[in-house]
């Protein structure tokens, strides 16, 4: 044997040697203390346990849209950014950041938005929480609470009811829009009294 081909074989078996010592250390945890490991098997029963209790308290879900139509004929979207329900009653959708569009058959289109809500995706009744706005036919509407109820035919509007249009500016505690009857009662638990300042021009 030359010594050529013995300097070779050296090489091969020292670079052997080397990868396999790579190979070992690298793929091996001897060495690594539970201090070391990014996950402890304490916190990873913890992740094990939260998640077992998210799955069963419900499920969350982002940018959702349901549609349909109301028992009147008139067709909804009602949009949510961060939804969420339980399983003992799926029904019940709890909602962040809520945006709903009502299409009626005159052509008219009622926007309303709300920091949260509510939806029955069995009646199809909603409920909408917290810096409520909705914009219909030129108005502005303000307040605090809206409900909608599709089972019932009403349309209610609470607290802090701030209505401004064209014709003026009215502030009331409630609204309470029958749909069937087609009528609207206006109620203040000020006085008694409803503040307007409506433009006769």
Known sequence: MTERKKKLIIIQISLLVVGSLIILF?????NVSDKEKIITSETQKR???????????GDIFFNIEYSGLDLAGNRFILKSKEASNKKTNEEIVSMKFVEAFFYFKDGTVLKIKSDSGVYNNKTLDM???GNVIAKYEGSELFAQKAEYSNSKSFLMI????????????????????????????IASTKDGKVNANINLK
């Not at 992740?47 to 308290?57: F, H, P, T, W, Y």
């Open 47 to 57: 992740i094990d346990e939260q998640l077992k209790n998210d799955s069963q308290d």
């Open 127 to 129: 409920k909408f929480d």
């Open 158 to 185: 609470s607290n802090n009811v701030k209505v401004k249009d064209y014709r003026g500016t009215m502030f009331a505690d409630k609204l309470f829009f029958d749909i069937k009857k087609q009528t609207l009662n």
């Open 26 to 30: 690298t793929y091996s945890d001897l």
